[in-house]
């Protein structure tokens, strides 16, 4: 509903000459005019539905004080209106007496319209209130004066029903809205494991909830404690705005713990996939592990005096903490498993690379030994295709070489030597001859 404005009214004129019959006509036009705008500005106040919640609300602290300073400034206000109103009827019975009033009747209607002639109880002079100094049996004014009394009290009046009404407009529904928010995150929250006591988004859950409890009850028994009056200094009712800033800190909150569950809500729907993948890894170190424990048991009967390097078994800590991160999706407490994925994706990589850098040391040997098996039949072929397939000292030297190769616990050392010695011989086999010199001249 529109809100009614000031009322209207005029200058006073103190000792003012007498009025002829015309003036006196104009002067109570203007009252009338005046009287209907009062009257529809009171039943306007009456009838706001800022007032209505005001009289049926349970109020506590500075709206609850102010509210009672209005009504009874309301209360004074009817007073004032009532003795405006007996005045006006005066004066219009008086004028009303001839068609052309004598000078004792313009003198008498000149005192009624613009002297001192209303006469109030100090109650309702003072405003209803003990802030004018000490009370008054009765008070006098005039019309004008009346008006200008009517007025500061009716804005007064109206600020706080504007005020407040304007805060249970903004805050109440606001909050309930984040409220039914906050219900539908809590759902989700508890849902993927984010409970109070358990994850601190839960904590912060009950804070906010808890919070917003308290700030709605506060805005209904309260209003105009978050009623922040226009910083520019204007006197019109209602000049301000409600202060939110309660809500907007707890909105900012559950738009930070949304995004905490959004996150949590990613490792769940990614959290089997992740687990796969480590025990995948993990599998993949268990056996290079077992295959470079199976090499070094070959190693150790195949190759004499190798330095053989140990190889240790699988790591027991990463497959604990695989274990409790796979009771842990069971349990639904994803805001454990996240980080405790982050961790062990790195671990089971390093695992596995470890588990590599052993069985290739391990094997080393072997590569070795497998490295001169070749090389041996790679000059053997080269003497073949040279034709020296039968060379006593090269089938020599070739068969002691390919026997402390294909034997076991193969010397490397020796082997070594001995097919370095099966290259050289085969090196100066293959250098073709020289001439020993030239036919004489």
Same mark, same amino acid.
């Given at each position: 509903m529109g809100v009614p404005g000031p009322f209207p009214g005029s200058p006073g004129r103190p000792d003012a000459p007498v009025l002829d019959r015309e003036e006196v006509d104009r002067a109570l036009a203007r009252l009338g005019a005046e009287y209907e705008a009062i009257e529809t500005s009171l039943l306007a106040l009456q009838d706001h539905a800022g007032r209505r919640l005001l009289e049926g609300a349970d109020l506590a602290g500075t709206t609850k004080e102010r509210w009672a300073a209005a009504e009874r400034s309301i209360t004074v206000l009817w007073s004032l209106f009532d003795a405006y109103t007996a005045a006006l009827e005066e004066a219009r019975e008086l004028r009303a007496r001839r068609r052309w009033p004598s000078p004792e009747d313009l003198a008498e209607l000149t005192e009624l319209l613009h002297g001192d002639a209303v006469t109030v109880p100090g109650a309702a002079a003072a405003g209803g209130g003990a802030e004018s100094g000490p009370a008054r049996l009765s008070e006098r004014f005039s019309l004008e004066g009346l008006v200008e009394r009517m007025n500061g009290l009716y804005a007064?009046?109206?600020?706080?029903?504007? +005020?407040?009404?304007?805060?249970? %407009?903004?805050?109440?529904?606001?909050?309930? =809205?984040?409220?039914?928010? =906050?219900?539908?995150?809590?759902? =989700?929250?508890?849902?993927? /494991?984010?409970?109070?006591?358990?994850?601190?988004?839960?904590?912060?859950?009950e804070r906010i909830t808890d919070e917003l409890v308290? %700030?709605?009850?506060?805005?209904?028994?309260?209003?105009?404690?978050?009623?922040?009056?226009?910083?520019? /200094?204007?006197?019109?009712?209602?000049?301000?705005?409600?202060?939110?800033?309660?809500?907007d800190r707890a909105a900012r909150a559950l738009e930070d713990i949304r995004r905490e569950v959004a996150a949590v809500l990613d490792v769940r729907q990614d959290a089997e996939r992740r687990l796969m993948q480590l025990r995948d890894v993990l599998s993949r170190a268990d056996r290079?592990?077992?295959?470079?424990?199976?090499?070094?048991?070959?190693? =150790?009967?195949?190759?004499?005096a190798s330095e053989v390097p140990a190889v240790?078994?699988?790591?027991?800590?990463?497959?604990?903490? %695989? +274990?409790?991160? +796979?009771?842990?999706?069971?349990?639904?407490?994803?805001?454990?498993?996240?980080?405790? %994925?982050?961790s062990l994706e790195e671990r089971a990589e390093d695992e596995l690379h470890r588990a590599r850098e052993s069985l290739t040391a391990v094997t080393a040997p072997l590569a070795v030994r497998a490295e001169l098996r070749g090389r041996l039949d790679a000059y053997k072929a080269k003497v073949g295709r040279h034709g020296m397939a039968e060379d006593p000292l090269l089938t020599e030297r070739y068969d002691v070489a390919r026997r402390m190769l294909w034997s076991a616990p193969c010397d490397l050392r020796a082997a070594g030597q001995a097919v370095w010695r099966y290259q050289q011989a085969a090196a100066e086999a293959m250098v073709p001859p020289q001439l020993e010199g030239r036919g004489e001249s």
């Open positions: 007064r009046s109206l600020d706080v029903i504007v +005020a407040a009404d304007a805060v249970w %407009l903004a805050l109440p529904a606001r909050i309930d =809205l984040l409220s039914a928010e =906050l219900q539908r995150t809590r759902s =989700l929250a508890h849902s993927v /494991g984010v409970r109070p006591g358990e994850h601190p988004a839960g904590d912060d859950l308290r %700030l709605r009850a506060q805005v209904i028994a309260d209003p105009l404690a978050f009623w922040l009056s226009s910083s520019t /200094g204007s006197s019109a009712p209602g000049g301000g705005r409600a202060d939110t800033a309660r809500y290079t592990l077992t295959e470079a424990r199976q090499a070094r048991g070959e190693v =150790l009967a195949k190759i004499a240790s078994g699988p790591s027991t800590a990463l497959h604990e903490q %695989l +274990a409790a991160a +796979a009771e842990y999706r069971r349990r639904s407490q994803w805001h454990r498993l996240s980080p405790l %994925l982050d």
